[in-house]
């Protein structure tokens, strides 16, 4: 499948001529029905499996062909695809998908104040009219390379990229990790100081944390640790700093307002703003290891071989549990190549960038090392946003602004570790997890190998629902819009990677790694379209908020409770 004609890469635009949109298009509405009407119940959006299927009859096309990319199903139904789950649609009122990709009008819509848009049963975002138009719109340009909070209903006026809410008036941010301790010490406890029992109680404890780690590398004091049970957890004392809240994904950080401070006012729409897409696939025999195309690790590799980055913090099988992904840092090809794959748990990948724990890797300064960060696109999310601001982050410190390349892996959802591995697969379904080789969500199935490839498991992923961790249901990401590169397997026949090149960063690492690829332009863009609208309109029904990519990117914790419920000083009753 490897081609000749290379695709030109525009610095700006899609290589894909003009009449192509690309992955980041969205297609007119008419188109979006006209094809939602084909679609049977459960839409087949693609994959890595034997080959591309055509979603339907409109949409058998050829590498040529330049249609608009459908962004949503449209459907009250499932993706059916890489993810195949029902449950939620099922339950939630239908909404119309295609809120998210609209065109932000500068010019404003019905303004409805920040927050106040869900209904108290956690439907449809009133801020979605019925064609699906965001109406809350109204875009401030974020300032270049650094975020801002912005001017919003109950934040008042614009303010300098260093202040936040609830930040006691005369902190400076500038070494929060002691500066902000000594202040407080000084000073009377402002009501609105946000701790860490706060984001227990909005996000832990409500079992809606997605396990990307954010938390604990925002954490100026290191008081956030990663317990047991996998999830985060208070190891100090907390300073009510409100870092862990602002820029948690399921708690004060408004994620999709980063996919536009990071990736520009178009980074919304469909399935983002890309500068162009492949399918691709590594030509080196360890290639059958990985989990596609080897995509993710062929670009590491390439990475590291030309000196561009000395690790890469990637995930690992633990040590004493089969199937329980680990953060790792790898600093070899060879320690890339031996954890290719995907394992369907969190590593709190953004918890592991601490250097300490990988000091015998490293000769160089911790200052002077340059890292690549592979993760499912919440974390990405979460280092974009704290790479945005320039206060201090405890230990994690040289680790979050050592990473220079982000990959997001495509997601529409991820899973409980004890509830997939222990419950669903080894209690449920006798499968002897020692023995099992690859796991692969494809087609709405979950596919389970053994170590000798023979598939030992076949099963409608819908069967395992309530093993997926709940605020995957809130996420929108499915393409990780804050990322340099996106790679995932829907929209690309077997054995190759869907590589989705987003930003100049992305390019570069794209360029150094094509020429050991086989590759040509991304097969079936729809699918991947598809696949991206249907996770919307999933997050539009979970989300208790209004999806509002134009609000101020910080939502404070006492409007979370006016939204979602919950105690309003959950620190109270700890302190
Ligand atoms: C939870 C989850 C859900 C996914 N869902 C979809 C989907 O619905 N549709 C789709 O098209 N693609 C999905 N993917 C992506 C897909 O499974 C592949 O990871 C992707 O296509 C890359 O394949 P590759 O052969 O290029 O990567 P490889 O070369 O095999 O490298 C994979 C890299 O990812 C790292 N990794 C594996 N698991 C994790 C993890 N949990 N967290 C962080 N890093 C990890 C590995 O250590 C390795 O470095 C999902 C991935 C994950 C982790
Ligand atoms: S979702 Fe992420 S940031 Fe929020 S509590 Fe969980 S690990 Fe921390
Ligand atoms: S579905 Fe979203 S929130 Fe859940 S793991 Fe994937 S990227 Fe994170």
Known sequence: MATEDEPELAEDGPALGSADPGVGEEPAEAEVFAESSHLPGVPDAGGSGTSVPPVSEQNDRTRSETEPIP?????????GSNCGCKSNSESSQPTNASAADSTASTDGGRAIADGAGADAAGGTPTNVDENGELTNLTFTEPAEDKSQP????????????????????????DTPGYGIRAKMNDIEEPDDKT?????????????????????????????????????????????????????????????????????????????????????ARVQDDWRHSSQDGGAVTGILIRLMEAGEIDGALIATESEEDPWKADGFMATSPEELIENTGTIYNQTMALGHL????????????????????VGTPCEIEGIRALQDFEWEYGSQEEGVRAIDYTIALMCTKNFNYQKLIGEQLQEKRDIDIDNVGKMDVLH?????????????????????????????????????????????????????????????????????????LDYHDLEDKSAVGKLQGWDKKKAFESLKRPFDPDAPRFIDYTDHVEQYGGELNPHEADH
């Not at 962004?71 to 993706?79: A, L, P, R």
């Not at 640790?225 to 862990?244: F, H, N, Q, R, W």
């Not at 090149?501 to 690492?509: F, K, M, P």
Request: proline share 3%; glycine share 12%.
């Open 150 to 173: 912005l001017a919003g209903e109950g934040r008042g006026e614009a303010t300098d990229p260093t202040d936040r809410p609830n930040m006691p008036g005369d902190a400076k941010l």
């Open 444 to 516: 709405g199935k979950l596919m389970v190998d053994d170590l000798e490839g023979n598939q030992i498991l076949e099963e409608d992923i819908e069967n395992f629902h309530d093993a997926a961790l709940k605020g995957c249901d809130e996420c929108a990401d499915f393409t990780g819009f804050c990322a340099d590169i996106t790679v995932g397997s829907v929209g690309s026949s077997d054995e190759y990677s869907s590589v989705i090149v987003r930003t100049e960063q992305g390019l570069d690492a794209w360029n150094l790694t094509k020429e050991v």
């Open 354 to 373: 601490d250097f300490s724990k990988w000091e015998d890797k490293f000769e160089k300064d911790w200052d002077d090392i340059s890292l690549a960060l």
């Open 71 to 79: 962004d949503q199903s449209g459907s009250g139904d499932s993706c």
């Open 195 to 279: 701790w860490f029992m706060e984001l227990d109680e909005g996000v832990i404890d409500a079992g809606r944390c997605i396990q990307c780690g954010t938390c604990v590398a925002a954490c100026p004091s290191d008081s956030i640790g990663i317990g047991d049970d996998g999830l985060p957890e208070l190891v100090k004392m907390c300073t009510g700093c409100s870092l862990c809240w602002d820029f948690c994904p399921r708690g004060g950080l408004r994620y999709e307002r980063q996919w536009k401070i990071t990736g520009g006012e178009d980074n919304v729409k469909g399935a983002g703003d890309p500068i162009t897409e492949f399918s």
